[in-house]
């Protein structure tokens, strides 16, 4: 099951229904249940990437494991062989990381405790800090619904900013359409309080009774990064298993 993300000049019809007026509980529970589940996300992504010295474009293939475990595999099709870029992993037993070129031009091997990875590794932190902000926008832990870990503004009249904490530590600031509760943005900001990205969401599509975005541009001013990801296939559960 497959969607080119950066395909066809038209924007398809949104996936989001038009939805009555809800009070912010409402909106919370709604969001909470669109982005549950346990199962491992799989997708086939297309990235454009940018920094102060590096720009390039290469594929990657990444899968998410609720609720916080993230692997990530770049690499660039040459015809008839393959060159690896990068290689990262996160799980509640540390990191590893993998850079076939690194700032000196020689590989980086590296792996640890998570903490240390977003200093270590300044230019890949957004991954860590953002990691399901990603792949699941809205994320909500509902155990954060009912002890105040959650704070909801107005911004406009169809238009919500839903502040909570993603699994990495780091608090997010999703804006959200009040009228369909598409997620249109996320502000990631460290446990420190320092700026560690922003994203920006288009091209959804309804798969597996979830709103994946098909295109999703990342930045992280501080760093000089710049991200944009198109998504070429999404499965959920075991890679392969149509579900």
Known sequence: LGLLGGLGACAAPSPFPQLPPMDDGAILELLAER?????????????DYEDSQNSGSFDVIATFTPPSSMEMFAFKDLVITQEDIFQMSFTPEGYR???????????????????????????????????????????????????????????????????????????????VR????????????????????????????????????????????PQDVRVTVYVDLVEVGEPGDEG
Do not use: M
């Open 178 to 221: 009040t009228d369909t509760l598409e997620v249109l943005s996320a502000r990631i900001t460290a446990p420190d309080g320092s700026p560690a990205g922003q994203l920006r969401y288009s091209r959804y599509f309804l798969k597996y009774g979830r709103f994946f975005p098909g295109k999703v541009v990342f930045e992280d001013l």
């Open 35 to 47: 982005t549950a589940g346990d199962d491992e996300i799989y997708g086939e992504l297309e990235f």
């Open 97 to 175: 990381f993998s850079l076939v070129h690194g700032p000196d031009g020689d590989p980086v091997e590296s792996s640890g405790e998570l903490a240390g990875f977003p200093g270590k590794h300044p230019r890949f932190r957004g991954f860590f800090w953002a990691r399901e902000a990603f792949v699941l926008p809205g994320s909500l832990d509902p155990a954060q619904l009912g002890n105040g870990g959650v704070e909801v503004r107005d911004l406009a009249a169809t238009r919500k900013q839903i502040t909570t904490r993603l699994s990495s530590g780091a608090s997010v600031a999703w804006v």
